[in-house]
C-alpha cells in the first residue's frame, strides 16, 4: 500500500522507531516471539533507539515473557515511562485526586452501568461490576467497594470503563464529555475506554524520550494497529499498520506489513535497519 493522502513520507534517513504492544507487536496469544526478541537484541546492540507505547502499566507487562528485551516503554498512554530491563518506573504523570474524583462521580451518574478501574503503576483496583465484565483478566487486580477512595490513597495513572450493553466505540463520547478537561479518553479494545491525565498522550511522551536521544519526529517509524494509535503514526515520519489493524488505522498508512503474528514489525525493522538477525 502506498503512502496515504495527506501524509508526508519522511525522504531523509530512518534513525529510530516507535511501536504499539498489543495487536501490533505481540502475537495474538500475548507473546513476544523469539524471532521479535531477536530483533530487538539486535537493535540495541545497532544502537537504535527504539520505544514500546502501550496502554498496559508495568503491572500489566510484567506478563509477558521476555518483557526485560523491550527497553525504554511508555506505559499507560503515555502517563509513565518505565525501564523494562531492571523494571524501574523513570517518570509518571498523575491524575490529581480530587479532580479526579469528581470525575468519576460525573461519569457514574452518566453510565450508571458502568464498571471502574484505577491504575497505578503496580496495581489495578476494580469495582465488582468491572470484575464481571472483564473475568479472568482482573485475577491479580485488588477488589474494592469504591474506587474514589482508592483515588484518594494512590497514585492514579489511568481508569478504565467498561459497560455491560455497550462497546467502547459507544461510550467513550459520554466519558469523554464527563471527565472534561481532566482526562483524555481513548480506546485500544473494542469493549475497554481508557482515561489518562489531561496533556499526556503516547507521541507526546514518545517524543520526549527520543528527544533525549536527539531523535527527531520526522526520522522516526510508527507501527500500530488501533485508533488510539492514529496520533502516534501522525506524529512519527513514517507510519506503519499491521495487516490485522483497525480499518481507520489502515487508511492512513504509509505502509501496510505484515499481521502480528506473522512479526511483521520486527520483519520490518529487520529490513529498515539491516540488522544481522536470522529469520
Not at 117 to 136: C, E, K, P, Q, W
Not at 169 to 188: K, L, M, P, Q, R
Request: some cysteine.
Amino acid at each position: 500500500m502506498g503512502s496515504a493522502a495527506g501524509r508526508k513520507t519522511s525522504p531523509g534517513p530512518i534513525v529510530a522507531a516507535v511501536t504499539d504492544l498489543d495487536g501490533t507487536l505481540l502475537r495474538s496469544d500475548g507473546t513476544l516471539s523469539l524471532f521479535t526478541r531477536s530483533v530487538f537484541l539486535g537493535l540495541q546492540r545497532k544502537g537504535v533507539p527504539l520505544v514500546v507505547a502501550t496502554a498496559r502499566t508495568p503491572r500489566a507487562m510484567r506478563r509477558i515473557s521476555g518483557y526485560q528485551d523491550l527497553g525504554v516503554v511508555v506505559c499507560a498512554n503515555g502517563t509513565i515511562v518505565w525501564d523494562a530491563s531492571c523494571d524501574a518506573v523513570i517518570a509518571e504523570r498523575c491524575f490529581d485526586a480530587a479532580t479526579l474524583i469528581e470525575a468519576l462521580e460525573r461519569v457514574r451518574a452518566a453510565l450508571p452501568a458502568a464498571g471502574f478501574a484505577v491504575l497505578s503503576a503496580d496495581t489495578m483496583f476494580i469495582d465488582n461490576t468491572y470484575r464481571h465484565l472483564r473475568g479472568n483478566g482482573t485475577k491479580d487486580a485488588e477488589l474494592v467497594a469504591d474506587v474514589t477512595a482508592v483515588a484518594e490513597r494512590e497514585r492514579i495513572a489511568m481508569v478504565a470503563l467498561r459497560h455491560p450493553d455497550r462497546v467502547a466505540a459507544e461510550f467513550i463520547d459520554a466519558t469523554t464529555h464527563a471527565f472534561g478537561n481532566v482526562g483524555a479518553a481513548s480506546y485500544a479494545s473494542v469493549p475497554t475506554v481508557d482515561i489518562c491525565p489531561a496533556g499526556n498522550a503516547k507521541p507526546i511522551t514518545v517524543a520526549e524520550v527520543l528527544s533525549q536521544r536527539g531523535c527527531p519526529p520526522e526520522a522516526t517509524v510508527a507501527f500500530g494497529d488501533m485508533p488510539n494509535d492514529l496520533p502516534l503514526l501522525a506524529w512519527a515520519g513514517r507510519a506503519y499498520a499491521v495487516r490485522n489493524a483497525h480499518h481507520d488505522v489502515l487508511q492512513i498508512a504509509d505502509e501496510v506489513i505484515p499481521s502480528n503474528d506473522d512479526d511483521g514489525v520486527a520483519r520490518t525493522l529487520h529490513r529498515l535497519f539491516q540488522l544481522a538477525v536470522t529469520a
